[in-house]
C-alpha cells in the first residue's frame, strides 16, 4: 500500500520560531489533509490541500502532487502549537496518516 | 469543535468483554469512518459506511463489527476484547462530493485492563 512519511519525527522550539514539516508519499493520491493532534487528543483539521497552496494565519502549507510532498509551515510558534502534527492522504475516500512529526514548543 | 460527536469519552473494561461506541457525523454528511490509533500501530481505517451501507474496510479485526443507522449515526462494536485493543477510537465524517475533507470527533479512549 502507500506510504506516508513524514519529518522530522521530533521537534523541538523556542516561542516565536518557525518551522518547516515535511510529508513524503509514495504513490499519486487523491487528497491531502493536515492535522494538529492536541494534548487532549483531539484531531483537528488544518488544511485541506491535494495541490497548491493555503494560508490559515501563523499556518501555511504547499503540497507539490507531482514530486508527491507537501510541507506544512509554522511561523512564530506559540505553545499552543504543541502537540503531534498528522499528514494524511486519501486513497479511494480512506486516510492514510503518516506517523506523525511531535512538536514542543517551549515558553 | 469539528460537529461529530462521540460517546462515551472514556470506557475502561475488562478482557473478553463487549462494547458499543456511538458517533453521530456532521450534519448533512452521509459517510462515516472509523479510525483507531494505537501506540504500535498508530492511526489506522478501520471501516467505512456510506448512507447506511458499507463502503469500504480497512484493517478491521473479525472481532469488530459496524453499523449506520437511518439517522445516519454510527456504532462501532468490539467483542471479545483483548489488551492490544485499547486504543483512541476515532469517528470521522465527510460530505459525498468533493472536497472529501473529513472531520474528526473528540474520539473515545479504550482501555481493556
Known amino acids: 500500500g502507500i506510504q506516508v512519511e513524514q519529518s522530522p519525527p521530533d521537534l523541538i522550539l523556542q516561542e516565536g520560531a518557525n518551522s518547516t514539516l515535511r510529508c513524503n508519499f509514495s504513490d499519486s493520491v487523491n487528497n491531502l489533509q493536515w492535522f494538529h493532534q492536541n494534548p487532549w487528543g483531539q484531531l483537528i483539521n488544518l488544511f485541506y490541500?491535494?495541490?497548491g497552496t493555503k494560508q490559515n494565519g501563523r499556518l501555511s502549507a504547499t503540497t507539490v502532487a507531482t514530486e508527491r510532498y507537501s510541507l506544512l509551515y509554522i511561523s512564530s510558534s506559540q505553545t499552543t502549537d504543541s502537540g503531534v502534527y498528522f499528514c494524511a492522504v486519501e486513497r479511494f475516500q480512506k486516510l492514510v496518516f503518516g506517523t506523525g512529526t511531535r512538536l514542543l514548543v517551549s515558553p | 469543535d469539528s460537529g461529530v460527536t462521540q460517546t462515551p469519552k472514556h470506557l475502561i473494561t475488562a478482557t473478553g468483554q463487549r462494547v458499543t461506541l456511538r458517533c453521530s457525523p456532521r450534519?448533512?454528511?452521509?459517510?462515516v469512518y472509523w479510525y483507531q490509533q494505537s501506540l504500535d500501530q498508530g492511526l489506522q481505517f478501520l471501516i467505512q459506511?456510506?448512507?447506511?451501507?458499507?463502503?469500504a474496510k480497512g484493517n478491521i479485526l473479525e472481532r469488530f463489527s459496524a453499523q449506520q443507522f437511518p439517522d445516519l449515526h454510527s456504532e462501532l462494536n468490539l467483542s471479545s476484547l483483548e489488551l492490544g485493543d485499547s486504543a483512541l477510537y476515532f469517528c470521522?465524517?465527510?460530505?459525498?462530493?468533493?472536497?472529501?475533507?473529513?472531520?474528526f470527533g473528540p474520539g473515545t479512549r479504550l482501555t481493556v485492563t
Open positions: 450534519s448533512g454528511d452521509l459517510s
Open positions: 459506511y456510506y448512507n447506511g451501507e458499507e463502503r
Open positions: 490541500i491535494p495541490s
Open positions: 470521522a465524517s465527510s460530505v459525498e462530493t468533493e472536497p472529501y475533507e473529513q472531520y
